[in-house]
């Protein structure tokens, strides 16, 4: 049950409404509309997503959550071209996705660096790919290597890095390709803490400096909520749309905004969505609110 003491997670400031209404004004980027998806496993058929629906916006950080089985891969596979579906359509820029293509790149939890190619090589290695000149190539990752910080390093190899520097090397490899939309699956969730709560800010930071739409799968709520425009809930077994909820906060986020009122009330609402319970940490925060 949520709290009486907490404002209403769909309360929004004028600023925050404004943020909201303008970026809902953007062209569609991706259109995911009525989408199945069935498995046929060694029991029969597996029904793992039932009447997927929904748009997301030019410049959208948008977050999908949901329990296990909610079918949260399976989803941005469909997306990225790597599944297909059973019935429905997903639609990026009005095209359907039917196979891979560089309109969408792609961050996952592992790092999947070339091991044997510097930083510059790593993410030189799109634009090569496409027939990029090698010197335009280079300088095109160089500019991608200092967005993510990471300038000093353009010579160093994989195994020289720690996790987050890797994983900042994997992003600006996804987006030296230019895609239309930046797909993250679980990007962060084997960083540490504090190199999780870095890797927020560089995201945070990127999305500021171009005009990227991004899709981010993660199973932190906190993460979802402060990175977010808005988070797409999805119920279990099958995986189908719960709620798609407008994050309160205005932009540009600080990390004093964990402790905010309509953070922790969106918090709650997400974790009422997907666990059925108000968790006891957050009973904690809303009494040390209100007093």
Known sequence: M???????YK?????RREQMDELLSQPVVLDVSKVDKTFQGD????????????KVHERELMSIVGPSGSGKSTLIRIIAGLETVTDG????????????????????????????????????????????????????????IDLVGLGEFTKAYPHQLSGGMRQRVGIARALANKPRILLMDEPFGALDAQTRSHMQAYLLQIRRKIEITILFITHD??????????????DANP??????IEVPLVRPRKPEMFTDPHFLSTRVRLDHLIHGEFPEEL????????N
């Not at 309360?11 to 600023?15: D, F, M, N, R």
């Not at 820029?93 to 592992?110: C, H, K, L």
């Not at 709520?221 to 999805?234: N, P």
């Not at 009973?283 to 209100?290: A, D, G, P, V």
């Open 89 to 144: 359509r997903a639609m990026l820029d009005g095209e359907p996705i039917d196979e891979p293509g560089s309109g969408r790149g792609m961050v996952f939890q592992a790092y999947s660096l070339f091991p044997w190619l510097t930083v510059e090589g790593n993410v030189a290695f799109g634009p090569k790919a496409t027939g990029m000149p090698h010197d335009e190539a280079t300088q095109e990752a160089k500019q991608w």
């Open 43 to 54: 029991n029969g058929t597996v029904e793992a997503l039932r009447d997927i629906n929904f």
């Open 283 to 290: 009973k904690e925060l809303e009494f040390i609110q209100s």
């Open 11 to 15: 309360e929004h400031s004028p600023a």
């Open 221 to 234: 709520l906190d993460e979802a909520i402060y990175l977010s425009d808005r988070v797409l809930v999805l």
């Open 2 to 8: 949520e709290s009486q003491n907490l404002p209403s």
């Open 239 to 244: 995986g189908r749309v719960a709620e798609i």
